[in-house]
């Protein structure tokens, strides 16, 4: 493993960029400073988005047999596309998560968030345990991506079983073992996707209609279904944790003294779901003064760039408004940057709004845990109870 990007290791002394080599010996360029990550996400032309997506730990060929045996090909669509079709792919995605259709669902999701923190309120009130992360966070932002793709009905736990690993898949350090486990789930998923991508209706029709190969279609579907919608309710799992440890926000939000999207842009910024993001340089180049060959693997460290002093005041403290609070690169930068980030800030925005004062009196039974992963956080619970 590279190293777990947050935690004790994002706060501990680091060098503007240092190489590290990973658990399977490839050197990766780590880049922790705001402006040098800005700059390398920025420029897709120096550095490319290609390898985005690629295995950390290489796949083996007993995998490789596993995932063929599904027809699975991922072309590049979204996050590792560079190439000529990127801007018109983006943009019939971009159009389908248009703020106006971001908003139209606030009023909906509202009244979902509002019914089930009723019911957690209901079974605090009795002195059970409630799991915000199962029994709140985990299916909210597949619902409403469902409804804004026009997604053909599909077991929101099956959805959330790929989703998962296709996550440990890509960017977990893995045995042979669990890599044929996971490739024969996300196969599975993605021979169910190749149906969406060929009959739906809404996102995959008017790719189809664009001209976009069988391939291309199923593979935006794919990100979609787990950048979409994962890497949401990850952050709201984080974020109540972190609002669990910090009393006098949850006050400020109680009084009106703090707004609620400031809250959700401190979140992003100390608790991205999303702590790293790959490119890779196409050319000989430099960065701060340090040359950089073609080929380098370079690690766009969001997380630690969130806690760069020189853009925040008081970059390790949870200060919603503070001056810097909203400059995070949670959402990545340039021509590839996060296309649902208005999603994602409505989907908090609802959820700490609605959400926040259940955890007014309760205690951490179990904090979130989450696994090595060079990416993503994958907490996979956050149990209260009551005093
Ligand atoms: C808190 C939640 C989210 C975080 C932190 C996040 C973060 C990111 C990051 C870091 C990137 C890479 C940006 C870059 O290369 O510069 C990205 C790309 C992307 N995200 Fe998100 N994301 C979130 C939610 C969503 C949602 C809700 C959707 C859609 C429903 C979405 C769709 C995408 C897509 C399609 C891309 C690829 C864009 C492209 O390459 O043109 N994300 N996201």
């Excluded at 989907?347 to 004062?357: D, L, R």
Aim: hydrophobic content about 50%; some cysteine.
């Amino acid at each position: 493993m590279l190293f777990r990007g947050w935690g004790k290791s994002v706060d501990g002394p680091w060098p503007d960029l240092a190489t590290v080599v990973d658990h399977v010996g490839v050197p990766h360029l780590v880049v922790t400073r705001h402006a040098l990550v800005r700059r390398v996400l920025a420029d897709p032309v120096t550095f490319r988005p290609d390898n985005a997506l690629d295995a950390v730990t290489p796949i083996p060929v007993a995998a490789l047999r596993v995932l063929a045996g599904h027809r699975f090909r991922l072309p590049p669509t979204l996050a590792n596309n560079g190439g000529a079709s990127h801007p018109e792919i983006r943009g019939i995605v971009a159009d389908a998560l248009h703020p106006h259709r971001v908003a139209a669902q606030r009023p909906w999701l509202t009244g979902l968030v509002r019914d089930r923190v009723a019911g957690l309120t209901a079974a605090l009130d009795a002195g059970r345990p409630v799991d915000l992360y199962a029994d709140l966070a985990a299916d909210l932002p597949l619902l409403v991506l469902a409804r804004l793709v026009e997604l053909p009905d599909a077991p929101v736990g099956a959805v959330k079983d790929f989703a998962r690993a296709a996550l440990e898949l890509f960017w977990a350090p893995l045995d042979g073992s669990r890599q044929l486990a996971l490739a024969a789930e996300v196969g599975r998923f993605h021979t169910v996707l190749r149906g969406f991508a060929a009959t739906g209706g809404g996102l995959a029709a008017r790719l189809r209609a664009a001209g976009h190969s069988p391939d291309v279609v199923v593979g935006a579907l794919f990100f979609l279904l787990v950048a979409g919608q994962e890497t949401t309710s990850q952050f709201l799992t984080l974020l109540l944790h972190r609002l669990a440890g910090e009393p006098a926000v949850r006050a400020g939000l109680r009084s009106g003294e703090v707004g609620v999207d400031d809250v959700v842009e401190e979140g992003l910024r100390l608790e991205p779901p999303i702590v790293t993001w790959r490119r890779v340089a196409a050319v000989d180049t430099t960065l701060g003064e340090a040359p950089v060959a073609a080929g380098t693997s370079v690690v766009a460290w969001l997380a630690r760039a969130g806690r760069d002093p020189a853009v925040v005041d008081a970059p390790d403290e949870f200060r919603p408004g503070q001056p810097g609070s909203r400059r995070h690169l949670a959402f990545g930068a340039g021509p590839h940057r996060c296309v649902g980030a208005q999603l994602a800030r409505m989907e908090a925005a609802v959820v700490v709004a609605e959400a926040a004062p259940l955890l007014d009196g309760v205690t951490v039974v179990r904090p979130p845990w989450c696994p090595d992963n060079l990416t993503f956080r994958m907490p996979d619970a956050f149990v209260v109870r009551r005093v």
